[in-house]
């Protein structure tokens, strides 16, 4: 067989996962998972995907099966990387585009349909074994998600409209799973103009004096993308 009989023979499907990232502070960081009610890994935990239509693009293949299996509606993903072992999946060749995202996990009621009988947030150090490679999927996204943050304010929009500033604190500390420099920390993201001292205080719950309320200034981060800047420096 030569080169080009080689390439008519290829048999090689193509699939999107996502890896949608919740957060609330209760319970930290978790992943949206869904239970398969179709072989293979029947009744075991997943990610959200299944197979890319031919009319489709996989911006809309992800949408439409976070939409089916989980019944949630997410503005944007972002590519993280290409799955294409010839073995990670037992029904064929299969590549996969995965795309991953964070998002306020209160916000969304899920309702799993489609290939999926449950639907569910899972913290992300308390997953279980996943099918396929998932698991691996869901640690690069971690990484990648870890990574972003240095250099990106991402997650900012999980806060209240208002919040204290140590909400913001416990929010990269979760994000990151380690201690900052919390005055050190304080000091670079004010000296940004990312975040607005409001002339509020938070309601008093009777426990020390009431905290300083703030607002995250998405005018302000528009334009430092436009110039560029690196947040590197605030952790």
């Given amino acids: ?32 998972l869904i239970k398969r009610k179709i072989e293979p890994y029947i ?12 009319h489709e693009t996989l911006e809309e293949a992800v949408a439409r099966e976070l939409q089916e299996e989980a019944g949630v ?32 996990s209160t916000d969304f009621r899920l309702f799993a349909s489609s290939d999926a009988s449950e639907a569910a947030w899972f913290n992300i150090y308390q997953l279980p074994e996943l099918a396929f490679d998932h698991n691996d999927i869901v640690q690069k996204a971690i990484n990648r998600l870890r990574a972003k943050i240095t250099y990106e304010p991402i997650g900012f929009e999980l806060l209240d409209r208002k919040f ?3 909400d913001l604190e416990q929010l990269y500390m979760k994000l990151l799973d380690q201690e900052i420099d919390r005055r050190n920390f304080k000091r670079k993201v004010m000296s940004l103009g990312l975040v607005v001292e409001l002339d509020e205080k938070a309601p008093s719950n009777n426990v020390g004096r009431p905290g300083k309320l703030y607002s995250f200034d998405r005018e302000k981060y528009e334009q430092l993308i436009i110039k560029g800047f690196d947040l590197y420096k605030l952790l």
Wanted: proline share 4%.
């Fill in 164 to 166: 204290l500033f140590s």
């Fill in 43 to 54: 009744n075991e935990w997943a990610l959200p995907g299944g197979f890319v239509l031919n």
């Fill in 73 to 104: 509606s997410i503005n944007y993903l972002e590519q993280l990387f290409t799955f294409g072992k010839p073995d990670r999946d037992p029904r064929r060749r299969i590549i996969s585009i995965s795309y991953f995202g964070l998002v306020k």
């Fill in 1 to 32: 067989m030569n080169k080009a009989d080689s390439y008519l023979d290829q048999n090689i499907k193509v699939t999107v996962d996502a890896i949608v990232f919740g957060y609330n502070q209760e319970s930290g960081i978790s992943v949206l």
